[in-house]
């Protein structure tokens, strides 16, 4: 079986090498990929994710049984649409389902209308009404845009002026473009965040361990989101309880109220939750897998991947399976200045093995191939499983200490929350 995998970040590079792991795969196809996949026996397509019809036309061509979605901006293109359009599987949701990650507002409307738990909240198009609206009620609050702002468009507020100063720059100084053409304002919820994913097909699902990211650049949760700085799974502080009570208040309604919508959900679920006193209530939903939460669940996984997918796509019944012992945990490396301006081509050291295991976000070969380069914000990502955070901690962060490179950085505390 030959498969292909569209994206070209750590996710995909995790999710292809996984899938290539699997009993009965040949070859693994990443469109486009990124250099530091060939390491680990991952073949490149130069195709850019926006290229559907030329996507199309090389499974068409290479007989690829089906194709695995990684980046929301695809999803929402209508990637999956245009495959199964030309006769092609693609596991990932239509674009209709993806809006529930592309429109934040749609997002909300479908919890309120099924009852969702999550933070009351309102949409806003004009800038006065949404400042009156953050000066009635007050700070902290958070400030979103609307649509697809690679995991950067969310400002948490601790005063109404950071709020005030957020919307204006995302109704009036278009800091997102289009997807900050409209704001939603949401209601500040204090507790616990966790990542709660699920494989699904229309109202069949399965769960997968609990994770918990690191949005701020550095220590102590502190500068600009991104898209991530590290991650460990399971989250030894959330119980099964809290799971179970998430999986009946959330995934199912959510997912039952797809179907009602008449757009029937088909690929990853990402719930992003956090666990107030009053239980767990929806930050937000994503339409495909985290990055950097799918480096340290996959690693985790049992049972054949590709096989898993296939049934699911099948709408046939599947066994999936979880190591049961342990966590896994992983820190990325990002290039000095990330989110915002940063420079490339750091030569990176080599790939770990054994233990550890390195997974490429941006990354490049010199022009004469003999170096591998950084060539994006998030370069790479180290990521081992132990019997506890501290052991993982430990055995991670002793070899970021040896690859420690001038223009690169990481966080010092991944992880250290489950150790509270």
Same mark, same amino acid.
């Given at each position: 079986?030959?498969?292909?995998?569209?994206?070209?970040?750590? &996710?995909?590079?995790?999710?292809?090498?996984?899938?290539?792991?699997?009993?009965?795969?040949?070859?693994?196809?990443?469109?486009?990929?990124?250099?530091?996949?060939?390491?680990?026996?991952?073949?490149?397509?130069?195709?850019?994710?926006?290229?559907?019809?030329?996507?199309?036309?090389?499974?068409?061509?290479?007989? #690829?049984?089906?194709?695995?979605?990684?980046?929301?901006?695809?999803?929402?293109?209508?990637?999956?649409?245009?495959?199964?359009?030309?006769?092609?599987?693609?596991?990932?949701?239509? &674009?209709?389902?993806?809006?529930?990650?592309?429109?934040?507002?749609?997002?909300?409307?479908?919890?309120?209308?099924?009852?969702?738990?999550?933070?009351?909240?309102?949409?806003?198009?004009?800038?006065?009404?949404?400042?009156?609206?953050?000066?009635?009620?007050?700070?902290?609050?958070?400030?979103?845009?609307?649509?697809?702002?690679?995991?950067?468009? !969310?400002?948490?507020?601790?005063?109404? *002026?950071?709020?005030?100063?957020?919307?204006?720059?995302?109704?009036?100084?278009?800091?997102?473009?289009?997807?900050?053409?409209?704001?939603?304002?949401?209601?500040?919820?204090? +507790?616990?965040?966790?990542?709660?994913?699920?494989? !699904?097909?229309?109202?069949?699902?399965?769960?997968?361990?609990?994770?918990?990211?690191?949005?701020?650049?550095?220590?102590?949760?502190?500068?600009?989101? %991104?898209?991530?700085?590290?991650?460990?799974?399971?989250?030894?502080?959330?119980?099964?309880?809290?799971?179970?009570?998430?999986?009946?208040? #959330?995934?199912?309604?959510?997912?039952?109220?797809?179907?009602?919508?008449?757009?029937?959900?088909?690929? #990853?679920?990402?719930?992003?939750?956090?666990?107030? *006193?009053?239980?767990?209530?929806?930050?937000?939903?994503?339409?495909?897998?985290?990055?950097?939460? %799918?480096? #340290?669940?996959?690693?985790?996984?049992?049972?054949?991947?590709?096989?898993?997918?296939?049934?699911?796509?099948?709408?046939?019944?599947?066994?999936?399976?979880?190591?049961?012992?342990?966590?896994?945990? +992983?820190?990325?490396?990002?290039?000095?200045?990330?989110?915002?301006?940063?420079?490339?081509?750091?030569?990176?050291?080599?790939?770990?093995?054994?233990?550890?295991?390195?997974?490429?976000?941006?990354?490049?070969?010199?022009? *004469?191939?003999?170096?591998?380069?950084?060539?994006?914000? &998030?370069?790479?990502?180290?990521?081992? %499983?132990?019997?506890?955070?501290?052991?993982?901690?430990? &055995?991670?962060?002793?070899?970021?200490?040896?690859?420690?490179?001038?223009?690169?950085?990481?966080?010092? *505390?991944?992880?250290?929350?489950?150790?509270?």
């Amino acid at each position: 079986m030959k498969l292909l995998v569209v994206g070209s970040g750590g &996710r995909e590079h995790a999710i292809a090498k996984k899938l290539l792991e699997s009993d009965g795969v040949e070859t693994v196809f990443v469109a486009p990929g990124n250099d530091g996949m060939t390491l680990d026996g991952l073949q490149l397509v130069d195709i850019a994710i926006s290229e559907h019809s030329k996507l199309i036309a090389f499974a068409q061509e290479h007989d #690829i049984a089906w194709t695995f979605i990684g980046p929301d901006d695809a999803l929402a293109a209508g990637i999956v649409d245009d495959f199964n359009t030309a006769g092609l599987k693609a596991f990932g949701p239509s &674009r209709l389902a993806a809006e529930l990650e592309w429109s934040k507002d749609f997002a909300k409307e479908i919890m309120v209308k099924y009852q969702v738990p999550t933070a009351a909240y309102g949409t806003f198009s004009d800038f006065q009404e949404a400042k009156a609206y953050i000066l009635e009620k007050g700070a902290p609050i958070v400030v979103k845009a609307d649509g697809l702002a690679l995991g950067k468009g !969310v400002v948490v507020a601790e005063t109404v *002026d950071q709020a005030v100063e957020a919307a204006h720059e995302m109704l009036l100084d278009n800091k997102f473009g289009d997807s900050g053409a409209r704001v939603v304002i949401e209601e500040f919820l204090e +507790g616990e965040e966790f990542s709660l994913f699920a494989f !699904v097909n229309g109202d069949k699902f399965y769960m997968m361990p609990t994770a918990q990211d690191h949005k701020r650049a550095y220590d102590g949760d502190k500068g600009p989101n %991104t898209g991530g700085m590290g991650a460990y799974a399971p989250v030894p502080h959330i119980s099964q309880d809290v799971v179970d009570q998430a999986v009946e208040t #959330i995934v199912k309604p959510v997912l039952n109220g797809m179907i009602a919508e008449g757009r029937p959900y088909l690929g #990853i679920l990402y719930a992003g939750l956090i666990l107030t *006193d009053e239980g767990p209530k929806v930050i937000e939903f994503n339409a495909r897998f985290g990055d950097p939460e %799918t480096q #340290i669940i996959l690693p985790r996984l049992t049972s054949n991947f590709a096989q898993n997918i296939t049934d699911i796509l099948d709408q046939k019944e599947t066994t999936i399976t979880w190591l049961e012992e342990g966590l896994t945990l +992983g820190v990325v490396v990002a290039s000095e200045g990330y989110p915002l301006a940063y420079d490339k081509g750091v030569v990176l050291p080599a790939k770990s093995e054994g233990e550890i295991v390195t997974y490429y976000a941006g990354a490049k070969f010199s022009a *004469d191939g003999q170096a591998l380069l950084s060539n994006g914000g &998030r370069v790479y990502m180290l990521v081992t %499983t132990a019997d506890d955070v501290s052991a993982a901690q430990t &055995r991670i962060y002793q070899e970021l200490d040896k690859q420690k490179r001038p223009g690169l950085f990481y966080r010092n *505390d991944i992880g250290s929350k489950a150790l509270k």
